[in-house]
């Protein structure tokens, strides 16, 4: 059956003050995160007016993906949902059935594997499926794309935004280039994968990315580090967190970073909170020259990574990938990818 539509599945956020609160009880529900920590994150939200950039973000990445697709010869439409927030997937997916498609593609906007990253999304097409199905008696068959974290336009597009950030400091060249994704619990990333392969796809891929990126722009070296760490204190992250690792550095005689965070592919209040304003700050206090470059989806070849991934899913064009890791990431209407694939950890009880 033919594909005919598109659906851009990502985590959603708050649009104005009263929507923060509510927005966070949806993300952390049953997932054992102290309130201490959600009043914090509460905080940041509303230094920006309670309302994030992701949604307005995704709204553009929508509108240029329906143009380049057009351009492209497929002209479908794209659709709108989100994990935790409006327009949240349950109802663009009934909209979605009452418009009479029969079977899309889904963007999920993260690149790499892992419960959070991968596996959450397949768990969020099947219970939009379900919502639509109880509302309309029906709902189309939704295929998930595959992880790019290793496409070469993913990759471009992340060195890109390295060079640009690296011409704003003086050290230039030779700031150290230090690469930031979300953290995750180290029992997340210990079942992240299809079992048998030993785990760890989430920091194994992001490991990769960085590494790719490094090599494009020509860096000596360069660190993957942790941001954005939630969850109840007693349990064990992925470490060290950005703030700390800057002490490091500067402990080793580091006087200038450039701060890439490939784990994700907007620039959203994670990003603008715990690198722009935090780490940039702590830097400031260290006397380091820090620059943020941007992430992946500022790029117009984002899109047209896009673009290149639904030609592979529809009519088997080649894969591009820099990586030897093989393709995953796809499934249909929830299916994993692998079964038994990044398994979620037991929480705490709240
Ligand atoms: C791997 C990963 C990605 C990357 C993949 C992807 O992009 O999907 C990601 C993205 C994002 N995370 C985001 C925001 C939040 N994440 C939280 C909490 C958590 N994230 C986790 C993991 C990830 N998160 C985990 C394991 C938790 C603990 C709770 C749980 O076990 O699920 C919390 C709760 C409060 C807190 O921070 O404690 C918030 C507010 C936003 C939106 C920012 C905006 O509004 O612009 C985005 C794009
Ligand atoms: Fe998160």
């Known amino acids: 059956m033919p594909y005919d539509a598109v659906l851009v599945l990502s985590f959603g956020g708050p649009e104005g003050p009263d929507e923060v609160r509510p927005f966070l009880e949806n993300v952390t529900r049953g997932r054992g995160v102290p309130p201490e920590r959600l009043d914090a994150v509460e905080e940041h939200y509303q230094h920006f007016g309670g309302v994030s950039p992701i949604n307005e973000l995704n709204r553009r990445l929508v509108a240029d993906l329906s143009r380049a697709l057009r351009e492209s010869g497929r002209d479908l439409p794209v659709y709108f949902g989100n994990r935790n927030w409006h327009p949240l997937a349950e109802d663009t997916v009934e909209g979605m059935a009452r418009d009479g498609v029969r079977r899309a593609l889904v963007f999920a906007t993260s690149a790499y594997g892992g419960y959070s990253a991968c596996r959450q999304y397949h768990e969020d097409?099947?219970?939009?499926?379900?919502?639509?199905?109880?509302?309309?008696?029906?709902?189309?068959?939704?295929?998930?794309?595959?992880?790019?974290?290793?496409?070469?336009?993913?990759?471009?597009?992340?060195?890109d935004g390295v060079r640009a950030a690296r011409e704003t400091l003086d050290a230039g060249h030779d700031a150290r280039l230090v690469f930031t994704a979300h953290s995750i619990p180290e029992s997340a990333d210990r079942t992240a994968g299809?079992?048998?392969e030993g785990g760890h796809r989430y920091s194994r891929q992001m490991s990769e990315a960085a590494a790719l990126v490094a090599v494009a722009v020509d860096a000596p070296d360069h660190d993957l580090v942790w941001q954005s760490r939630s969850g109840p204190p007693q349990i064990p992250w992925l470490e060290p967190d950005i703030v700390d690792h800057l002490d490091d550095l500067h402990d080793r005689g580091v006087g200038a970073v450039v701060v890439s965070p490939v784990g994700f592919v907007s620039d959203h209040l994670e990003v603008v909170w715990d690198l722009d304003n935090e780490a940039a700050e702590h830097a400031g206090k260290l006397g380091m020259g820090f620059a943020r470059a941007a992430s992946a989806g500022s790029d117009p070849r984002f899109v047209e990574?896009?673009?290149?991934?639904?030609?592979e899913q529809v009519?088997?064009?080649?894969?591009?990938?820099l990586g030897a890791a093989p393709r995953a990431g796809v499934g249909c209407n929830g299916e994993l990818c692998h079964a038994g694939c990044c398994e979620p950890t037991k929480r705490p009880p709240r």
């Open 125 to 159: 097409i099947a219970r939009a499926r379900e919502a639509a199905i109880a509302r309309t008696g029906s709902a189309p068959d939704l295929v998930k794309l595959r992880h790019f974290y290793d496409h070469p336009l993913f990759v471009a597009s992340v060195a």
């Open 315 to 321: 009519d088997g064009a080649p894969v591009r990938a």
């Open 194 to 196: 299809p079992p048998g």
């Open 305 to 311: 990574m896009v673009v290149e991934l639904i030609a």
